[in-house]
């Protein structure tokens, strides 16, 4: 894995929150360096609650939601939780699509998310 990070985390209570630091989640060489961060953050950091935050994110591909299925199933295998946000109204629509829209907790922004989250533990 490369030494620059493609994310920022931070701590809020329980909850890992995870800003993209790119607008474009595009390439594979990214997104595999990505899925490899968040996968530390679970399988070695042992964290099972995580928000996923969206907001500077314009863009994705279809591998980046496989990425997301997959942490999830991780999330899941732990008893945890995965929240979205931030996420544009046409990149939602992707996942209404895919019907992944189902599957996931979507929030409009961290805090409504956050909020959410604290009735669960």
């Given at each position: 894995m490369s030494g620059?990070?493609?994310v920022m985390t931070q701590k809020m209570n329980k909850v890992v929150v995870v800003d993209f630091i790119d607008s474009a989640i595009m390439d594979m060489q990214q997104i595999q360096q990505i899925s490899e961060e968040l996968e530390d953050l679970v399988d070695l950091q042992n964290?099972?609650?995580?928000?996923l935050d969206f907001t500077?994110?314009?863009f994705l591909s279809s591998q980046t939601l496989g990425m997301i299925l997959k942490l999830n199933g991780k999330i899941?295998?732990?008893k945890g939780w995965l929240g979205i946000c931030g996420l544009r109204k046409d990149l939602y629509k992707i996942f209404r699509l895919t019907r992944l829209d189902k599957l996931f907790n979507f929030y409009d922004n961290e805090q409504q998310a956050l909020t959410a989250a604290e009735t669960l533990f």
């Amino acid at each position: 894995m490369s030494g620059t990070s493609r994310v920022m985390t931070q701590k809020m209570n329980k909850v890992v929150v995870v800003d993209f630091i790119d607008s474009a989640i595009m390439d594979m060489q990214q997104i595999q360096q990505i899925s490899e961060e968040l996968e530390d953050l679970v399988d070695l950091q042992n964290q099972k609650y995580i928000l996923l935050d969206f907001t500077a994110v314009k863009f994705l591909s279809s591998q980046t939601l496989g990425m997301i299925l997959k942490l999830n199933g991780k999330i899941v295998n732990k008893k945890g939780w995965l929240g979205i946000c931030g996420l544009r109204k046409d990149l939602y629509k992707i996942f209404r699509l895919t019907r992944l829209d189902k599957l996931f907790n979507f929030y409009d922004n961290e805090q409504q998310a956050l909020t959410a989250a604290e009735t669960l533990f």
